[in-house]
């Protein structure tokens, strides 16, 4: 391929990238994406755009607390509500840092190639965090460590991927595996979270939930109630029980999306539901949503110009050499290889991604998967843009396989 035909071929489309992001952004008054929320005197600290926000636990406008261009998520408020401790990646990898809650400098605490993820603080005053850094396995552990730094303690069970103490006692309620960024939905297999409490001296521990799906997030509470999120009941919703695993208590009813994140503090329980906040108060049961309005400039959202080479991924060559068609950001475009000409956009869709494109035999067609009505399919799309696509096999099963040979088939028939 010659130089000249290659920058024509970036040129365009770098145009196309353009009008697809255009396309796919939303108006100036769209909600955020609100994740791992924290809450303590009075204030909520959460995660979006990459960023820290604080706002008020009764909702209202949110004010940026981190601006780096990394991301900073898994905040945590001291119980005084003073300082935040969180993971952030201002230095390359995901360690675990420590700033007031008003803002300001933050301060790296930990110096480990491997992800810190914070969990929250100790009634001591530590903060607490998981890592694989030390497991033959890659298994999460816990450690605690003084905001004001020091050499991290890993806390004596493994694996541990969360982690709540017992107010005022000496027990433990934990979970040995950690699934929160799973997709899959009611899983019931070998890996299935379970909440199991007991004491480090002497070490003595006890599963203390059965049900054989999630059962995650232990959440100690004053009451002497644990607090976690089980999907026994099918989406994932909070629920409440002893911590002998008895007297099983649901508390949120959403059929909708699940219970996520949740954290603990002031008398209430703080998650994420959609893209939203959500504030459980455990004394009156009081259930809602917390109102927030994101100030954000939204850079991430904002029409503008692409590299298409940094997203090249499928691609494929017409069978006389002269066409190639390629896959940039989710979209298929067709140009020639060798001379300058017209780049066709033959998909426009931001809602879903085309891929694995391919030429039929007398280059007519052009065959890729997408997503039709939330599953994999295959199309058939004009070369020339001369004709409307088509779906071929209706409920065909996902593959990752080149589809050229079907098409083959498919047209050799016709």
């Given at each position: 391929m010659s130089k000249v035909s290659l920058r024509s071929i970036v040129a365009g489309l770098l145009v196309g990238s353009a009008a697809a992001a255009s396309a796919a952004t939303p108006s100036p008054s769209s909600d955020g994406f609100y994740r791992y929320p924290t809450v303590a005197a009075g204030a909520v600290v959460f995660a979006a755009e990459g960023d820290l926000w604080k706002v008020p636990v009764e909702g209202g406008v949110a004010t940026r607390l981190t601006a780096y261009e990394g991301e900073e998520k898994f905040p945590a408020l001291s119980p005084d509500g003073r300082y935040i401790a969180f993971t952030a990646q201002y230095d390359g990898t995901d360690d675990v840092y420590v700033m007031a809650a008003s803002g300001g400098e933050p301060v790296r605490l930990t110096y480990h190639p491997t992800s810190d993820q914070v969990l929250g603080w100790t009634a001591d005053g530590r903060i607490a965090f998981r890592s694989r850094r030390d497991h033959p396995h890659a298994d999460y552990r816990v450690y605690t460590l003084p905001p004001t730094g020091g050499v991290p303690q890993m806390v004596p069970l493994e694996p541990a991927a969360w982690i709540s103490w017992e107010p005022g006692g000496s027990r433990i309620a934990y979970e040995k595996i950690g699934l929160e960024f799973h997709n899959w939905k009611r899983y019931q297999g070998g890996e299935a979270e379970q909440i199991s409490v007991g004491t480090l001296q002497p070490m003595a521990f006890t599963e203390v939930t059965h049900w054989d799906g999630k059962d995650a997030f232990p959440m100690w509470a004053n009451d002497g109630r644990i607090y976690f999120v089980t999907d026994r009941w099918g989406r994932p919703n909070l629920a409440s029980m002893l911590p002998d695993g008895g007297d099983v208590r649901r508390l949120t009813?959403?059929?909708?999306?699940?219970?996520?994140?949740?954290?603990?503090?002031?008398?209430?329980i703080v998650y994420q539901h959609k893209m939203d906040i959500w504030s459980y108060d455990l004394a009156s049961g009081k259930n809602q949503q917390v109102p927030v309005s994101l100030p954000s400039d939204r850079l991430q959202v904002r029409e503008r110009f692409v590299d298409p080479t940094e997203n090249l991924r499928g691609w494929g060559i017409s069978k006389d050499g002269e066409r190639?068609?390629?896959e940039s950001r989710g979209d298929v475009f067709v140009t020639r290889t060798e001379k300058k000409g017209l780049i066709r956009r033959l998909t426009e869709n931001s809602a879903a991604r085309t891929k694995d494109p391919a030429f039929s035999p007398d280059g007519k067609w052009v065959s890729a998967w997408t997503e039709v009505e939330g599953e994999e399919q295959l199309m058939l799309y004009s070369a020339?843009?001369?004709a409307p696509a088509k779906q071929l096999f209706p409920h065909f099963g996902f593959t990752r396989d080149r589809v050229t040979a079907a098409v083959e088939g498919l047209l050799s028939r016709r």
């Open positions: 009813d959403f059929t909708d999306y699940d219970v996520r994140w949740p954290r603990m503090g002031d008398g209430k190639i068609v390629l020339d843009n001369s």
